[in-house]
């Protein structure tokens, strides 16, 4: 008798470890439709509309006490900086870094980079070529001769 209680008892240990291998590993992080969002930008979808949607999906994550994925802050940041949202932009970018400490030297170069750009138009016309640097003064130059 005693040997069938053993018996029964591996079985049912058995199965149940068998039933726990079957649930699988659950996902380190909550991506909410990060990877649909960061392919809109590619594309060159509304900004508004991107920012709209990762508010909400990181919404989703935080009710359900998930994990927002790396890039997530970042991505969120870039697009506030699309629209004129500065303010917003550095609370995403900071937070990334406090998220993720690995991203922190991107970040302060993003952020370093956005203070001293003094563009006023990111499609602006590219510089008129200084007399110096034209053809003729480098055919000059090549040849040996000095003006």
Known sequence: MKQWVTLRNVAFLSAAGLLAGCAGPQPMYQWEGYQVQ???????????AQITALEGGLEKIK???GVVPPGYHAQLGM?????????????????EKTLFPEASPYMDFLLRNV???ERKEVGAAAPQARPETTAATK??????STK
Not at 38 to 48: A, C, L, P, Q
Not at 79 to 95: A, P, R, S
Not at 139 to 144: K, P, R
């Open 139 to 144: 055919s000059d130059v090549t040849a040996g």
């Open 38 to 48: 960061v392919y809109e930008y590619f594309k060159g979808e509304s900004k508004e």
């Open 79 to 95: 697009l506030y900086l699309n629209v004129g949202k500065g303010d917003q932009m550095i609370k995403e970018f900071q937070t």
């Open 115 to 117: 203070k001293t750009d």
């Open 63 to 65: 009710a359900k006490g």
